[in-house]
């Protein structure tokens, strides 16, 4: 297999450059139509999340259907398209979140329903058993077992997110109530042709910054700045010392 980045290619051996490169020749299997209405900018995340929450999760495992309810766990580059899909749905949506700063993202600008902070022990109780469906996106691993606890009897969640380790499931939050645990890999070419299409009908977009390709390394810069795990981690040992 030649991946789209830093692989090497099968022709002439070289590095592949993916969307760095300067030019690419492609099978037209593995070419989509982006729809005239759809920025190509604001577009472009959707061919890695939209067709990451769309394809399997949602259209596959049926977590489409208008009046479900729908959680989404973490909201990120994923879990915010997951949230915009799933209200085009018609859709009930939640969003469960590490980041009690991200509500008003979910609530105004995404449209979800409701928004709880999954450390949050009332929030998390209060909400038991009420999801038809979640849509796992968390980067790290988490406690699955309170997770299940949100689903409604034969509920099924479907994990998108790729933990670095592998991810732990008691047994019993799923024998119990007959609960579906599935994972995911991107998506297929008429998938993505199918969620691009739905998506520019009904405006669904990424949200991004866009920058020029001079502002790569600053921007790199910021994301080390935002993501400071040196200092994060001296602060939570600091507050275990205490
Ligand atoms: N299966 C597939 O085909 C694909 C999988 N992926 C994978 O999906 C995952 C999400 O991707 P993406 O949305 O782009 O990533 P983002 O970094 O944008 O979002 C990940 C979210 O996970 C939550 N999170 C991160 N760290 C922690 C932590 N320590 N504890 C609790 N929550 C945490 C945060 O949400 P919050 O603040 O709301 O808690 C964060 O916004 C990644 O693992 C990625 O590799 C990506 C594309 C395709
Ligand atoms: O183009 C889509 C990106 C896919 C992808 C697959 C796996 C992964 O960990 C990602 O972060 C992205």
Redesign the pocket.
Request: hydrophobic share 45%; charged share 15%.
């Given at each position: 297999m030649v991946f789209t980045y830093n692989s090497v290619d099968c022709v002439d051996g070289t590095l592949t450059y993916g969307g760095y490169s300067s030019a690419v020749v492609v099978h037209e299997r593995f070419v989509v139509r982006f729809p005239d209405a759809m920025p190509l900018d604001k577009g472009a995340l959707l061919l890695?999340?939209g067709i990451?929450v769309y394809s399997s999760p949602m259209k596959h495992h049926g977590l489409n259907v208008p009046g479900m309810h729908l959680g989404v766990l973490?909201?990120?580059?994923?879990?915010h398209v997951a949230v915009k899909f799933a209200k085009v749905f018609g859709m009930k949506v939640t969003v469960i979140?590490?980041?009690p700063g991200?509500k008003r993202e979910a609530l105004e600008l995404l449209g979800a329903d409701a928004f709880i902070v999954s450390n949050n022990a009332d929030e998390m109780k209060a909400a038991m058993g009420t999801m038809d469906g979640i849509i796992n996106?968390?980067?790290?691993n988490?406690p699955m077992a309170p997770l299940f606890e949100l689903l409604k009897p034969n509920g099924k969640m479907i994990v998108?997110?790729?933990?670095n380790k592998p991810i732990e499931v008691p047994a019993f939050a799923l024998v119990d109530q007959n609960k579906t645990l599935a994972e995911?890999?991107?998506g297929g070419m008429s998938d993505t042709q199918e969620m691009l299409d739905v998506a520019a009908k009904h405006g669904v977009t990424a949200e991004i910054e866009l920058v020029s390709a001079d502002y790569v390394n600053t921007a790199l810069e910021r994301l080390v700045f935002v993501i400071d795990i040196a200092n994060t981690l001296h602060k939570v040992a600091g507050a275990a010392a205490e």
């Amino acid at each position: 297999m030649v991946f789209t980045y830093n692989s090497v290619d099968c022709v002439d051996g070289t590095l592949t450059y993916g969307g760095y490169s300067s030019a690419v020749v492609v099978h037209e299997r593995f070419v989509v139509r982006f729809p005239d209405a759809m920025p190509l900018d604001k577009g472009a995340l959707l061919l890695c999340a939209g067709i990451t929450v769309y394809s399997s999760p949602m259209k596959h495992h049926g977590l489409n259907v208008p009046g479900m309810h729908l959680g989404v766990l973490s909201l990120g580059g994923l879990g915010h398209v997951a949230v915009k899909f799933a209200k085009v749905f018609g859709m009930k949506v939640t969003v469960i979140s590490s980041s009690p700063g991200k509500k008003r993202e979910a609530l105004e600008l995404l449209g979800a329903d409701a928004f709880i902070v999954s450390n949050n022990a009332d929030e998390m109780k209060a909400a038991m058993g009420t999801m038809d469906g979640i849509i796992n996106t968390v980067s790290a691993n988490v406690p699955m077992a309170p997770l299940f606890e949100l689903l409604k009897p034969n509920g099924k969640m479907i994990v998108v997110g790729l933990p670095n380790k592998p991810i732990e499931v008691p047994a019993f939050a799923l024998v119990d109530q007959n609960k579906t645990l599935a994972e995911s890999y991107i998506g297929g070419m008429s998938d993505t042709q199918e969620m691009l299409d739905v998506a520019a009908k009904h405006g669904v977009t990424a949200e991004i910054e866009l920058v020029s390709a001079d502002y790569v390394n600053t921007a790199l810069e910021r994301l080390v700045f935002v993501i400071d795990i040196a200092n994060t981690l001296h602060k939570v040992a600091g507050a275990a010392a205490e």
